[in-house]
Nanobody
Framework: QVQLVESGGGLVQAGGSLRLSCAAS????????MGWFRQAPGKEREFVAN????????SYADSVKGRFTISRDNAKNTVYLQMNSLESEDTAVYYC????????????????WGQGTQVTVSS
């Protein structure tokens, strides 16, 4: 089992920045990649970014490229999502997820999920 705890959400004005953190515990050695997803009210959960634990290779949704950066600290078993130039469309609950076998963008490939953290961007 892998436990994930997100933090860092909050209310920010458009154009501002936030950094989300996701601390992993438990059987973290079984984790292959970590991802961030988000879900806005009335919408389906969507992929934001992911990163492989071993190589650090990353991928991003087109909607956040150039504005968001995902990174990891292997020693702390923590993944970060730096979000800059935030827009009202970024308002959502952000979820951290772990996959033991995939670095893809499909939520069904991620077996472990955090409880989510709310990000609200005011215009």
């Amino acid at each position: 089992q892998v436990q994930l705890v997100e933090s860092g959400g909050g209310l920010v004005q458009a154009g501002g920045s936030l950094r989300l953190s996701c601390a992993a515990s438990g059987r973290t050695v079984s984790s292959y990649a970590m991802g961030w997803f988000r879900q806005a009210p009335g919408k389906e959960r969507e992929f934001v970014a992911n990163i492989r634990w071993d190589s650090g290779s990353t991928s991003y949704a087109d909607s956040v490229k150039g504005r968001f950066t995902i990174s990891r600290d292997n020693a702390k078993n923590t993944v970060y999502l730096q979000m800059n130039s935030l827009e009202s469309e970024d308002t959502a609950v952000y979820y951290c997820a772990a996959s033991t076998y995939s670095s893809g963008s499909y939520s069904r490939h991620y077996e472990y999920w955090g409880q989510g953290t709310q990000v609200t961007v005011s215009s």
